[in-house]
């Protein structure tokens, strides 16, 4: 390398090293939530600011592990899960290219949501956000995936390249600043992973040599859990070194007067391997940005991290496990009791090994007071108190609770009363709920503008059909005008499959469904089904749906001057108005102008069908 290289990929290593310092603090937080979240509940955070064990004090001493967080992440993720966006295109105006493109582009988002797994990556993301209170997605272009266009001069496939979208855990994220709310507010961005140092030969095609590499695992220890007479084991998040790995720096840097397509250092060890401009256009009005979309479970105000609900229930956590074990203990000593012997009366040893069992001849020395036990006190109202106590704060600071087995549920309550009680629960979850919708919609936007720069030549790509058709359609990048799109979330939030059933009875019931005549449409039929969630029916084929795709190409043909013939099975009336419509738009005014015969011919073929049609 040379000194200017050398140069940057110091400063790079220094920079990711100040912003890994900054952060610790954040570390430490997520390694306690996830310990607690998986049973090691005896950790804290030592003076030297380090996650550190704590050891029992005494060998009877009680430490038992009740663990409330689990069920009730248990509870929020299944609620959250349910979550599933349904992303809408609508065209900025109602230009027939417009429209055309907005219906392109849904298409382009349903075929790679379905390819790309993204729902059970959101539900991955969603486990990341409930536990650490914040997770990233990664949206970017792979240029070595795709379908195989030709041969390179080696022999090598060349391909069409394809989305990249991935969860980035908030570990391996590095704000310039901890303090701005929104990605948006960031000057720059460090991504930094650990990769064997063979996969970066792989991916970067540069021989960098293996270190040890600190990381986090999962690790199941003996960490003083038990009781009297019994140990046991928790799961629990440790930190490890991995061998023969290289840490890999993405640092991205916003656009700048400096920087005119910001900037993207990438370092691999101690090696540069690019430093240039941003690679994706994914900002507004076609600007290079970050890659990243942010979503949290709990907004913090003033904060780039986001909070989880884990984190505000650990201290109760602490105080229910410390009241539950001073019960055991309390119980422990009423049921074993507590032998009061004089000094020098017996034989201690023997005494402490084998306790007083049953039929067991106890010696004391002559004259001296006989062993006895000492007299038990009753268990304190207070710790019952406490413990139910603790229980509901479970309940308040969560926003969740089982609504089946709660006591405030009984034989009288009216099914609106059950209903409100339900909507109550579940709002506290709309912050979460609302970060997944703008996270979905921000994923859909990124990944349109990225077809936008990078689909040149056309690409197929396949959908199931609103009447349960597979199909099959080409797109190129002028077929997307994603600037001029706008992406809105269409979710049933937390409703259930049977509340959603009722809704759609109801407004069946009432007519809202049907036509002008009265009646169902095929495609109504279809989608009714649809929305009571019994799928979709392959012979559900809407006639007139095709007629207008068929209308829609023959525009097409017509506005490239070829010729097109009127068939005895098409339906005329709908052929018509699909002509006029095109007519009406921006698109046919702009070829008119340079074309003085398209209108002609527009007309002739109209005609046609209205002889036809007769």
């Known amino acids: 390398m ?3 290289e050398e140069k940057i990929v110091k400063e790079v290593v220094e920079d990711f090293k100040r912003r890994a310092s900054e952060r610790k603090s954040f570390d430490l937080i997520w390694q306690i939530n996830m310990n607690f979240l998986m049973g090691n509940q005896y950790c804290t955070v030592g003076y030297g600011g380090n996650l550190e064990e704590q050891d029992r004090q005494f060998f009877w001493q009680q430490r038992e592990v009740f663990n409330h967080i689990a069920p009730i992440y248990d509870i929020r993720y299944a609620k959250l899960s349910k979550i599933k966006p349904d992303i809408n295109i609508i065209p900025a105006t109602n230009d027939e290219r417009d429209k055309q493109s907005a219906k392109v582009s849904k298409k382009i988002i349903q075929s790679v949501r379905n390819r790309l797994e993204i729902d059970e990556k959101v539900n991955q993301a969603i486990k990341w956000s409930e536990v650490c209170g914040t997770v990233f997605y990664k949206v970017g272009w792979n240029y070595s995936a795709g379908q195989v266009l030709g041969q390179d001069e080696n022999g090598l496939p060349i391909r069409s390249g394809e989305i990249d979208f991935s969860v980035v855990s908030p570990f391996e994220i590095y704000p310039d600043s901890s303090v701005c709310e929104r990605i948006e507010d960031c000057q720059s961005i ?26 986090y695992s999962l690790d199941g220890v003996s960490c003083g859990v038990g009781g009297l007479g019994f140990d046991g084991t928790a799961s629990k998040i440790v930190e490890t070194t991995k061998e ?3 840490i890999v720096i993405e640092r991205y840097e916003k656009e700048s007067e400096a920087y005119p397509f910001g900037r993207l250092t990438v370092v691999a060890g101690d090696v540069l391997v ?3 401009e941003l690679p994706f256009a994914v900002g507004t009005d076609g600007k290079r940005d970050f890659p990243f979309i942010k979503q949290t479970s709990i907004i913090e105000p003033g904060s780039f991290w986001g909070t989880s609900v884990i984190e505000r229930l650990v201290p109760v956590q602490r105080a229910y496990n410390a009241v539950k074990n001073r019960k055991h203990e309390f119980i422990n000593r009423l049921s074993l009791g507590v032998l009061s012997v004089e000094d020098g009366s017996v034989d201690l040893d023997n005494l402490e090994e084998e306790g007083l069992c049953p039929g067991k001849v106890l010696v004391y020395r002559q004259g001296a007071i006989e062993p006895k036990y000492l007299q038990g006190e009753n268990l304190p109202t207070g710790i019952d108190e406490e413990e139910k106590f603790l229980i509901d704060e479970f309940n308040n600071i969560s926003g969740v609770s089982d609504l089946l087995s709660a006591n405030g549920l009984t034989n009288s309550m009216s099914g609106i009363a059950i209903e409100l009680m339900i909507g109550q629960d579940e709002t506290r979850l709309n912050s979460s709920v609302e970060s997944i919708k703008h996270a979905t919609k921000s994923i859909a936007q990124k990944i349109l503008k990225l077809y936008k720069q990078y689909a040149k030549i056309p690409r197929l790509e396949r959908i199931v059909g609103e009447n349960g058709n597979i199909e099959m359609f080409y797109f190129t990048s002028s077929d997307i005008s994603s600037d001029d799109i706008i992406v809105e979330n269409q979710t049933d939030d937390l409703q259930s499959l049977a509340k959603r059933r009722d809704i759609v009875l109801q407004l069946l019931d009432k007519g809202v469904f049907n036509d002008e005549n009265g009646n169902l449409s095929n495609k109504m039929k279809t989608k009714i089904v649809e929305m ?13 749906e095709l007629h207008i795709k068929k209308a829609g190409k023959e525009n097409l043909k017509l506005l490239n001057n070829i010729e097109v013939y009127v068939s005895e099975i098409d339906n005329h009336s709908l052929h018509i108005n699909e002509h006029i419509a095109f007519m009406l738009g921006q698109d046919f005014e702009n070829v008119s102008q340079a074309d003085k015969n398209a209108e002609q011919r527009f007309l ?5 069908h209205k002889k036809m049609g007769v």
């Open 2 to 4: 040379t000194k200017a």
């Open 190 to 215: 460090i991504h930094a992973k650990a990769y064997p140092a063979q996969q970066v030969k792989n991916i970067y095609g540069v021989n960098v040599k293996g270190q040890k590499v600190n990381t």
């Open 244 to 246: 023969d790995s290289v």
């Open 274 to 276: 690019y430093d240039g």
């Open 532 to 544: 009571l969630g019994m799928g979709t029916w392959e012979n559900a084929q809407d006639v007139n």
């Open 604 to 608: 002739n073929h109209i005609n046609e």
